[in-house]
């Protein structure tokens, strides 16, 4: 099953996690995928927030970041890193205009 979410436009905290994740149904080996918005950048916190609860307490079997900036990217990296999940984490870049 793949779960296609859409980032808010406030990704500053981690209680935002709560606003993409809402109602979205069991994630046990789901493929996740958050689609980034163009204009906005995630926060440390969101980021690292979203990997641990997506991958860890949730459960999935893989998470995709759509649309990341390189800012975006780095902070996604150290995360999947930190939380020993990089194997599971893919970041496709947001594509130039």
Not at 7 to 15: G, L, V
Not at 62 to 84: D, P
Not at 89 to 97: G, K, Q, R, Y
């Amino acid at each position: 099953m793949t779960t296609t979410l859409t980032a808010p436009s406030r990704m500053r905290r981690r209680e935002h996690v709560a606003d993409v994740i809402g109602d979205t149904d069991d994630l046990t080996d789901a493929v996740v995928v958050l689609a980034l918005p163009r204009d906005q950048q995630p926060t440390a916190s969101f980021v690292d927030e979203f990997v641990r609860y997506v991958l860890i307490d949730r459960g999935a079997s893989s998470l995709t970041f759509r649309g990341a900036g390189e800012v975006s990217r780095i902070l996604i990296s150290a995360s999947a890193a930190r939380w020993e999940v990089a194997d599971r984490v893919t970041i496709e870049p947001a594509i130039s205009s």
